[in-house]
């Protein structure tokens, strides 16, 4: 239900959900204090046989202010060495600095130095965030375009990616989070698993299971964006589109970059600046053979959908 009456009046009460679906586990971990967390590895490659997005290697997840003890324990043994935090200043002013452990390096890459990018600021200051598909291709049309500026004194995508490109083969198991693990942490996993080869349907649906790694908070967030004298005050529907992440969002943005760059790689290494050579090496060290009876990730299963992928 949207939350209108039939005449699209905000409806006047509502039940929050009391029971949320139980994140599919892979590629979803449990971390205590921690949300949206799980491995961007396991996915198969479509048109190249046996091989796979190598699992323990990338991971993304929600802020990790409320990090406990236990969830400390469990990025431990995960063997987590850095962590990349792409929120802003003011959002690290709000919400608190990143938790942090020994054996790890936490690294500050705001993708928007000075601009809150919580649901809330957005929704005051990016209206369109809320209309659906349309909206968030142009809002993560900024968040390319940002990251790519020439100046950005944190370049972050090309950290991340240089990282993912060392001749260290695995590289160190890394985190990468915002503040709630959906956008610019969508944003940039995307870029990474299309450089595998990944099928846009297969990332898109790897971004939309954000839907059920926050489900746990997306009521508390939807209520502090319609209740009185909130940025969508009484409108649910546009609440409710703000907070999800629907896959139609990186299918659109997916096709934004090819249209307006030429395709993934021509962003990465003529506005990212990561080289050609590093970018062939990213894919040595993440595309790997699926072991003798191991089976990739099944997406549709996971994203909840039964559809074949687009040719």
């Known amino acids: 239900m949207s939350g209108l009456n039939p005449d699209g009046a905000a409806a006047q009460s509502h039940t929050p959900p009391t029971t949320h679906p139980t994140p599919p586990s892979p590629p979803f971990v449990h971390v205590a204090g921690a949300d949206n967390f799980r491995d961007a590895g396991g996915y198969a490659l479509d048109g190249q046989p046996g091989k796979a997005i190598r699992r323990g290697v990338v991971f993304r997840s929600a802020h990790l202010t409320d990090l406990e003890d236990d969830g400390v324990a469990t990025l431990q043994r995960l063997g987590v060495t850095h962590v990349f935090d792409l929120r802003s200043f003011p959002e690290i002013d709000k919400e608190g600095r990143s938790r942090a452990w020994e054996g790890a390096t936490s690294q500050l890459l705001p993708v928007f130095l000075g601009k809150d990018y919580r649901p809330e600021a957005l929704a005051v200051r990016f209206r369109h965030y809320s209309d659906g598909p349309e909206g968030f291709v142009k809002a993560y049309s900024g968040i390319l375009s940002t990251a790519a500026e020439p100046d950005h ?54 971004y939309s299971l954000t839907d059920r790694g926050l489900a746990r908070r997306k009521e508390a967030i939807v209520q502090r964006l319609i209740g009185e004298d909130a940025p969508l005050c009484g409108q649910r529907a546009r609440a409710e589109m703000m907070v999800g992440a629907a896959k139609e969002n990186m299918l659109g943005t997916l096709a934004l970059i090819r249209q307006q760059y030429g395709s993934v790689e021509s962003y990465v290494v003529d506005h990212l600046g990561v080289s050609q050579a590093k970018v062939d090496q990213l894919r040595r060290n993440l595309v790997v053979d699926l072991a003798e009876g191991e089976e990739a990730l099944d997406w549709r299963r996971h994203a909840g959908s039964k559809e074949e992928p687009r040719l």
């Not at 990616?161 to 709630?180: D, G, I, Q, Y």
């Open 153 to 206: 004194p944190y370049a972050p995508y090309h950290k991340i990616l240089e990282h993912l490109a060392s001749p260290t083969n695995p590289p160190t198991p890394l985190l990468v989070h915002c503040s709630a693990g959906k956008d610019r942490t969508g944003v940039i996993i995307a870029l990474i698993l299309s450089l595998c080869g990944l099928s846009d349907d297969a990332v898109a649906a790897e």
